[in-house]
């Protein structure tokens, strides 16, 4: 049973756009999220969190938003670069001691 | 700065054979997990602690031992090697075992299992 859903497995989006990046949980315990990027042969790298009390949470060119009702978040990176071409997880934590994360999306950004 | 220090990063081992994955921290984290990464299956969660001499199971625990003797160290060992363990295995980290602060990731380890 799959507690974070990433439903996109890829997306591809031109240079200077916006991508965005969708995450789905079902456990209701979750309070806590974050976005990490991988890159091949990399470890993944954390980039933005969100706790349960707010809905939306910016860093530079990357905003998170939180929709607990609907159990969905989202990653917005404004404006897309090339160098953000990864693979882009979700992960989840919250009534317990364990981080879950999602399937993943790649992300390609087109120059 | 080391931060999370995996080794060894490529492995190969034939089934049935024995094996630890070593992973490090010099960050006086308390929490530490092991999370394996498949193609179309993300990052799973393995064995996770939250302190020296405390251990607790993951979503895939089975195949793997874990002990954290030491705040600094937390290895994986596979005891008996099978080809569906085949994978890269990831170590992280947490300052606190809260669950609100982010994981740092060591670069990963490469198992093959023949």
């Known amino acids: 049973d799959q507690q974070v859903k990433q439903n996109s497995p890829s997306l591809s989006v031109q240079e200077g756009r916006i991508s965005i990046l969708n995450c789905d949980y079902t456990n209701s315990m979750f309070d806590y999220f974050l976005w990490y990027k991988k890159y091949p042969a990399e470890g993944p790298t954390f980039l933005i969190s969100?706790?349960?009390?707010?809905d939306k949470n910016e860093d530079g060119r990357f905003t998170v938003f939180l929709n607990k009702s609907a159990k969905h978040l989202s990653l917005h990176i404004v404006p897309s670069q090339p160098g953000d071409s990864a693979v882009y997880f979700c992960a989840a934590s919250g009534g317990t001691y364990k981080y879950i994360f999602g399937t993943g999306t790649r992300l390609k950004v087109l120059a | 700065n080391a931060g999370v220090t995996q080794t060894p990063k490529f492995q190969v081992l034939k089934t049935g054979q024995s094996m630890t994955l070593q992973c490090a921290q010099d960050m006086n984290h308390e929490y530490m997990s092991w999370y394996r990464q498949d193609p179309g299956m993300g990052l799973r969660l393995i064995h996770y602690s939250v302190g020296a001499g405390i251990t607790d199971q993951g979503e895939v625990p089975n195949g793997y031992n874990v002990s954290r003797s030491t705040t600094e160290d937390f290895p994986l060992r596979l005891l008996s090697a099978a080809p569906s363990q085949t994978s890269v295995y990831f170590c992280?980290?947490?300052?606190?075992?809260?669950?609100?602060?982010?994981?740092?990731f060591g670069e990963g380890s490469r198992l093959t299992v023949l």
């Open positions: 969100i706790s349960s009390i707010k």
């Open positions: 992280a980290s947490s300052r606190t075992a809260t669950n609100t602060g982010e994981l740092f």
